[in-house]
């Protein structure tokens, strides 16, 4: 009788059982299967250059209820899901010490340094061990091998080109269905307790009722959400319209924290999307999903392609700038009193809820490096702090896209803060919701404080440098748009800040790839 063939499943932003190669190879190739999750004391310590937290409260949540869950439905397949503290790396080589009959290690590869580092001892200690290795990709939409180039450094450094290439020549891989029942865990293991909190260094957030992602983590909340927008709202066949919103739960699709952890698999998302224009719908909403996700897996082939120049002060060109690092700007610009309105509502609502809309991470990324000259990893490191969706491609990207030294160095951009807060929150509603403070100023005036006579600020109970900072600083362009504010109708009609204004419902994610536009 041949010995049993046991497998240990080492799941890190894979947190799901749907569309999983991780258990679909297992359960094909394992007579026991041991579904590992570990909390790598790395992920909480300080950031790399300014030694942030690197993993906060509201990702730190969200992480917990996601290894809740699934360990809850593995339970209902006849399994666990086994937790343990400590480096994965040693973890699995002592659990392969321990049972004797491990035949394979499984894990799906990531992109990023650190990942890389940890698979590249994992394979050390299966191969002292005489162990198997078997990685999967799983974490895009289209997959690395399905790539229309020869090789990842013939990835195009522009978006519009990779994306017109892979939609005409690329395919998506079929959805993995989730098992009903998992291969059983062999005898003689502990399931572990899930760490609390405390246990972790962090303290948990407050509830803030007015957070723009009030939802928990895990797969049973994100396929959840995912048949409330589409299919019990069918608020996706608006999508490109409500995108830019700053209020709300459903102004945009929210499933990028399930996305970051991989509580959803990207192909199923894609598969409900088509479904969904067979059955309901297709237009130009719906395709804007795929549209981002495209953008997400863009952002991790290009971590691909250019490896940790994706974490360097002079970007992916090595393009140099003098970046400042004044912690003083520093520190107004995190705690949200910039004495710029708009700014300061976006980071406060990160600050109590790990969330901010993408309209207003591109606006305080483009304050904190364009505005007042700080080194943009100073942002990117905060963001990777406090962000419930950090995800370590998109945010870096991003980051480097709005210091103006990413793929294309061409598409540098500064947004102009009273435009932007006048077409995307142009009755004030998301500042006043954000900076209590300025509650008492009617209309669009809220963006503009320091430009009210000393009356109008007295009658609405605004003292500047006392109950609201003046302006850190004042870019000279604003001025072009001062005069031009209105009081505009609540987000109770159709120009709230859930509204996408007529003039940008077709420019797409703007902010990366349209030339010679006041922004």
């Known amino acids: 009788m041949s010995a049993s063939r046991t497998v240990i499943c080492l799941l890190r932003n894979d947190l799901r059982l749907h569309d999983n190669e991780v258990f679909d190879w297992a359960q094909r190739n394992a007579d026991h299967i041991i579904p590992l999750y570990c909390f790598d004391p790395r992920h909480y310590l300080g950031t790399y250059h300014f030694n942030f937290p690197k993993t906060g409260p509201f990702r730190l949540r969200f992480l917990l209820e996601s290894v809740k869950d699934l ?17 994965p790396e040693d973890v699995v080589g002592d659990m392969i010490q321990q049972l004797g009959s491990v ?5 799906h590869e990531e992109v990023a340094s650190e990942e890389r580092s940890v698979e ?27 790539l229309p180039f020869s090789h990842i450094r013939g990835l195009p450094d522009i978006y519009t080109q990779f994306r017109k290439v892979v939609e ?40 803030d009722c007015r957070s723009a992602f009030p939802c928990r983590g895990g797969e049973t909340e994100a396929l959840a959400r995912l048949k409330h927008y589409f299919w019990d709202t069918n608020a996706v066949a608006n999508y490109k319209e409500t995108r830019n919103g700053m209020i709300g739960v459903d102004y945009s699709t929210k499933f990028s924290p399930w996305l970051a952890l991989g509580c959803v698999s990207p192909r199923y998302i894609y598969e409900q999307i088509k479904k969904y224009e067979a059955q309901r719908t297709a237009n130009q909403s719906t395709y804007w999903v795929i549209f981002e996700l495209l953008w997400r897996d863009y952002f991790k082939f290009v971590g691909l392609k250019y490896g940790n120049r994706i974490f360097h002060m002079n970007g992916l060109q090595d393009n140099p700038v003098s970046w400042k690092t004044d912690m ?8 949200g009193r910039t004495g710029v309105p708009f700014v300061d509502a976006n980071m406060r609502e990160l600050a109590l809820t790990g969330f901010m809309s993408n309209r207003g991470r591109q606006n305080v990324a483009s304050f904190l490096t364009k505005d007042l000259g700080l080194d943009w990893r100073l942002g990117a490191e905060w963001f990777e702090y406090l962000l419930v969706d950090h995800d370590v491609c998109s945010n870096y990207g991003n ?19 009273i435009k932007q807060a006048l077409d995307y929150d142009s009755s004030g509603e998301y500042v006043r919701q954000w900076v209590p403070e300025l509650r008492g100023i009617k209309g669009g005036d809220v963006h503009t404080p320091w430009t009210l006579s000393s009356s109008a600020l007295s009658h609405a109970q605004v003292s500047l440098n006392e109950t609201y900072p003046s302006p850190v ?26 509204y996408t204004p007529r003039q940008h419902k077709d420019r797409g994610i703007d902010f990366y790839f ?6």
């Open 399 to 417: 980051w480097l896209y709005s210091a103006g030294i990413g793929n294309d160095p061409r598409e540098n951009r500064k947004f102009n803060m």
């Open 328 to 335: 003083t700007l520093f520190n107004a610009w995190k705690e």
């Open 120 to 146: 590249k001892k994992l394979r050390d200690i299966c191969c002292q061990n005489k162990v198997e290795v078997q990685t999967f990709w799983g974490s895009t939409l289209y997959h690395r091998d399905d």
């Open 168 to 207: 005409g020549q690329g395919r998506v891989r079929p959805v993995l269905s989730a098992p009903d029942q998992v291969k059983s865990l062999p005898l003689g293991l502990e399931e572990g307790t899930i760490p609390t909190f405390e246990g972790l260094g962090q303290t948990e957030p407050a509830e």
């Open 473 to 498: 600083i004042i870019a000279p362009e604003w001025s072009r748009h001062i005069n031009n504010k209105s009081a505009g109708p609540s987000a109770k009609g159709r120009k709230g800040s859930s």
């Open 71 to 87: 360990r809850a439905t593995l339970k209902k397949r006849g399994s666990t899901l086994l937790v343990r503290q400590g480096k």
């Open 103 to 107: 035949t394979a290690v499984v894990f």
């Open 514 to 519: 349209s030339k010679n536009k006041s922004f």
